[in-house]
């Protein structure tokens, strides 16, 4: 599965900050762990209703980086 889909990267993760996907890769790939990311979008912040999304979309991230 490819990530970096522009209709994937507008999907916002996060509803109560408003964090769309394509901003947390940004994050990530500027070396950002979850908790950075956390406090530098609002993402997790909130609800913490998209907590698993997010892990699981970093844990993807992070294998992608491997290949």
Same mark, same amino acid.
């Given at each position: !599965? *490819?990530?970096? &889909?522009? &209709? $994937?990267? &507008? #999907?916002?993760? /996060? *509803?109560c900050?408003g *964090? *769309?996907? %394509?901003k =947390?890769?940004? $994050?990530f790939? #500027? %070396? !950002?762990?979850? #908790?950075a =990311?956390?406090?530098?979008? %609002?993402?997790l912040?909130g /609800?913490?209703? /998209?907590e698993?999304?997010? @892990?699981q979309? $970093?844990n #993807? $991230?992070? @294998?992608?980086q491997?290949?």
């Amino acid at each position: !599965m *490819t990530v970096q &889909n522009d &209709n $994937l990267d &507008n #999907e916002v993760m /996060c *509803t109560c900050s408003g *964090t *769309t996907r %394509g901003k =947390i890769k940004k $994050l990530f790939d #500027e %070396g !950002m762990d979850m #908790e950075a =990311i956390s406090n530098w979008s %609002g993402a997790l912040s909130g /609800c913490g209703g /998209c907590e698993w999304d997010v @892990e699981q979309y $970093l844990n #993807e $991230l992070a @294998e992608q980086q491997k290949q």
